[in-house]
């Protein structure tokens, strides 16, 4: 059921604390004087100290103590980092404009002081309710275990042994591109698109979603107190960690999700088995892919789309906060992940339709609230449109699958369908937005691959992006099942001691992770067999063996050759083309030059770099050293046009000495104009 907002009520009797002649004015304005100084002041002391990173937690508890939402203080801080995560791209849009950019403290100033006027105007007293549930544990124990895993290949490695874990997909180094582009033009690249075009490969400055990489781009000016970039090597690897933050918040997201659509009735030893069965779920399914992939946007995109489904499938807060969180859902999944952006759409007119008596008194507020909202929202999307980018084209794209079991979703929603047609579920709310969400998503999928298949005649590589969120919109409604049970209450509920509720609760935690984890807890194995949980894709990434096979030239070139050279560069440190080129776009992406990659395509075909001599001398023989030559000939003339399509002369780094100075003397006759260096990995 909806909460409703409590508002604080004004003491009667007493003393009164103001004397006769001070003036009423004091009474009105003093409070609201106190919180505008001090929601400045502290910024500014703060920035002065180089302590900005404080601001983060101060800001996101200061939203949380004016809401009035959620049961405990996990749901009110996942509200409020929601909140702050949509104030946050939507101030973006002014900061982009402005002269002060991305500097910490006007943003931490505007958004303390838009909680001191909500404060002020709602009569809202902070507070903060300083309670949880056993589940709670469950939650952050989810998120422990898989920072755990997604962290292990990195720990302890510096910022240059990281990058080979770093790259393992050239998306990657595109995201960073556009993490770095942020940072040096202090705003949205769409907004700033002369100023963003050098750094980044076109036409990504308009048409791909920058609100992941502008709210990391925000979050890491806080962290360092600073707008500068900094060491580029550092810079990548910061940002990785944020990018494994943003999984494990995501997995968090979900089994607070399920619990959050169980509501009330999810209580005790049943939302440990939620819980524990969502989690278990992710250690073994294919999710952890997203993170070699490279589908950095995507991950932050899904965690959006599972906060906004989640509480509006259930909106226990009053209509001031409905309206805030339907505005940040929108503005979030746009900006981060726009082919999401459909959906959030959809969940709120179910919204509006199954909840319509509840929001029968402030409906012309809420629609207006929502359609202001949307009209932010759309921004990124109408300049991507008006820039004359095919976006039917790109929907055809292809690219790399995460290969995810369709049988997980179809029994996810015939759970659903279960719940939502039990007679005593039919007319709960909660019910028919579940169905509404995993149903409308559903059609919505299956209308896409129908298109994608009637006009390339298979679906694609969006489809199956659109396929993971409705995977991830699925397990969510597990919480459902709290539905098809009636609520424990009275002497039933005494008859359960605290004792035998947490030992219930533990076992139902193993039991789930036994069941969908894979988790065996010491029994071996069958002979010459493996548990689920170790042939997980998880466990394999942990392990390094999902890691960049790109090889070190990119440690080697961050470390020592970017000081000894200036962009355009093309870096041949191997006789493999695609390692070549896969490096260039990187060191191209190091020094702010990612606008060269579309005349870096003939790379491709360069196989020059490593030695001119065959691996195995004592098996060489004539004809293997004629193939050798000529592949050496083809590579050079499709070097040459890569020199003849960069926009001023290139540096070349060659990671072999004879092929160095062969390559120098090639060019030279070919009056090809390029920089030939002797650039050795060992």
Not at 430 to 455: D, N, P, R
Request: charged residues 15%; contains cysteine.
């Amino acid at each position: 059921m909806t909460a409703q907002l409590a508002e604080p009520r004004e003491r009667s009797g007493g003393p009164n604390p103001v004397s006769p002649e001070q003036p009423r004015r004091s009474i009105r304005w003093g409070l609201p004087a106190g919180l505008l100084a001090a929601s400045w002041l502290l910024p500014v002391l703060l920035h002065a100290v180089r302590l900005d990173v404080v601001l983060l937690p101060v800001i996101v508890l200061a939203i949380a103590s004016v809401l009035r939402v959620g049961g405990g203080l996990l749901d009110r801080l996942v509200v409020a980092g929601l909140l702050f995560a949509g104030s946050l791209m939507t101030l973006g849009l002014v900061a982009s404009f402005s002269p002060w950019g991305l500097h910490p403290v006007p943003a931490a100033g505007v958004l303390l002081t838009a909680v001191s006027l909500a404060t002020v105007l709602g009569r809202r007293r902070p507070s903060l309710p300083l309670r949880g549930r056993p589940t709670d544990l469950v939650i952050l124990g989810a998120g422990a275990v898989m920072w755990h895993y997604v962290h292990r290949p990195v720990a302890g490695k510096s910022a240059f042994e990281r990058l080979s874990e770093i790259l393992t997909a050239e998306d990657r180094i595109a995201h960073f591109s556009i993490f770095d582009t942020l940072h040096r033009v202090g705003g949205y690249a769409f907004i700033n698109q002369s100023q963003a075009r050098p750094s980044l490969s076109p036409p990504t400055e308009v048409a791909y979603p920058q609100g992941s990489h502008f709210l990391w781009t925000w979050i890491d000016v806080f962290r360092r107190s600073s707008v500068e970039l900094g060491s580029p090597a550092e810079a990548y690897s910061r940002y990785f960690t944020y990018i494994l933050l943003s999984y494990v918040l995501l997995c968090m997201a979900l089994v607070w999700a399920a619990r959050w659509v169980g509501g009330p009735r999810l209580r005790g030893w049943r939302a440990a088995a939620v819980c524990g069965s969502v989690a278990a779920f992710l250690v073994t399914s294919t999710l952890a892919w997203l993170i070699p992939a490279g589908f950095d946007s995507e991950i932050i995109g899904l965690l959006f789309l599972v906060l906004i489904a989640a509480l509006v499938i259930r909106p226990a807060m009053g209509t001031a906060e409905y309206a805030l969180v339907s505005v940040a859902g929108l503005v979030t999944v746009a900006y981060c992940y726009n082919p999401y952006a459909g959906f959030v759409g959809l969940f709120l007119i179910a919204g509006a339709i199954v909840h319509r008596r509840r929001q029968r008194k402030s409906r012309r507020f809420l629609y207006a609230v929502q359609i202001l909202g949307g009209a932010i929202a759309v921004i990124p999307s109408a300049v991507t449109v008006l820039s004359h980018f095919d976006v039917g084209n790109q929907a055809m794209a292809g690219g790399a699958k995460i290969p995810l079991d369709r049988s997980t979703i179809i029994g996810l929603g015939a759970l659903v369908v279960v719940a939502a047609l039990y007679a005593r579920n039919r007319r709960v709310g909660a019910v028919q937005m579940v169905l509404a969400v995993v149903l409308g998503s559903g059609l919505v999928i299956g209308l896409f691959g129908a298109w994608q298949k009637l006009t390339i005649g298979a679906p694609s590589y969006y489809f199956e992006k659109m396929v993971t969120a409705g995977l991830c919109l699925a397990l969510i409604s597990v919480g459902s099942i709290a539905l098809l049970f009636r609520p424990v209450a009275g002497r039933s509920a005494r008859r359960f001691g605290l004792g035998s509720e947490a030992l219930m609760s533990v076992t139902a935690v193993v039991a789930a992770l036994s069941l969908f984890g894979g988790v065996q807890w010491g029994a071996p194995a069958a002979e010459g067999q493996t548990s689920g949980f170790q042939k997980s894709d998880l466990l394999n990434w942990a392990k390094g063996k999902m890691s960049g096979t790109i090889g070190p030239g990119p440690a080697v070139f961050a470390e020592r050759d970017i000081h000894r050279v200036q962009a355009p560069v093309i870096t041949l440190y191997s006789n493999n083309a695609y390692a070549n080129w896969r490096t260039s776009f990187f060191a191209e992406s190091l020094l702010h030059d990612s606008h060269v990659m579309p005349a870096y395509a003939n790379l491709l075909k360069v196989q020059i770099g490593g030695s001119l001599r065959a691996e195995h001398p004592e098996e060489d023989t004539p004809a293997k050293a004629a193939e050798r030559e000529q592949s050496y000939r083809d590579s050079l003339e499709n070097l040459k046009k890569v020199v003849a399509d960069c926009p001023s002369t290139p540096t070349i780094l060659v990671g072999d000495e004879a092929a160095s100075t062969r390559l120098r003397r090639d060019l030279a006759a070919a009056d090809v104009r390029a920089t030939v260096l002797y650039a050795p990995l060992g």
